[in-house]
């Protein structure tokens, strides 16, 4: 940037420009060094380990269920055939995207952490300040109270209607809620609809003998022994 070899116009060179304009605690309007770094970590965290969970449950599932693979798919080839996934294709994708949203159901990415500054009432409870809350999640989502008899199958065909239509109450959160919701869902989304789109237009895919079905919640969801997976070129 010194050099005027860069374009501020990526994350990385705004939030460079914005160190630039010098420390806040130092009389400046810009941000530290070390928040520059806390960005990115946040960035990598919550845009790379999310997407990856989603990518890698998704190929479980679709392996543990090959008629849900097999739409999949047959709608990958009618709507963007052999070529490369244009961004309007993506868009088309519907089956798909009832994949993902059933995933995100049952394997949510992230437990959301929250802890009060002050005392804090929650419904009938006060909370006094200090307190860590978590939110996990992937229980609100299997709560049968919630998503009927079959809240703990995989069945993408309750998400035909939309998300509104899915649930007996409005109990659907796999990117969070209110002003810290997540800023890039739809970039998470279309990250995904790429990936696996280009996977099913190449390979069908199978459980390893050696995959051990364990999601294991820090705070990403992850396969705890990972995802092996056997690909068979089409
Ligand atoms: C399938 C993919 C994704 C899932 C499931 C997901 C999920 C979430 C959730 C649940 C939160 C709320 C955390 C909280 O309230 O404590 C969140 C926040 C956030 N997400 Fe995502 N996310 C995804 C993709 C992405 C991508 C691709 C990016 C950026 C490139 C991103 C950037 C962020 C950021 C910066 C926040 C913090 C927002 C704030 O605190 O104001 N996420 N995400």
Redesign the pocket.
Known sequence: MQRGESDNDDILGLLLKARNEGNKSKGGRGISTDDVIEECK??YL???D??T??LSWTLVVLCMHPEWQDRARNEVFQVIGKNKPKFDDLNQLKIMNMIFQEV?RLY???I???STSKSTKLGDMTIPPGVQLRVP?YLVHRNPEVWGDGALMFNPERFSEGVSKAAKEPLY?????????????N???V??KLVLSQILQRFWFELSPSYKHAPHVTLVMKPQYGAQIILHKL
């Open positions: 946040e960035f919550a845009g790379q999310t997407t969970a989603l995100l949510p990415a992230l959301l952490y929250r999640i959160f796999p990117f969070g809620w209110g002003p810290r919701m997540c800023i890039d869902n970039f998470g989304m990250e995904a």
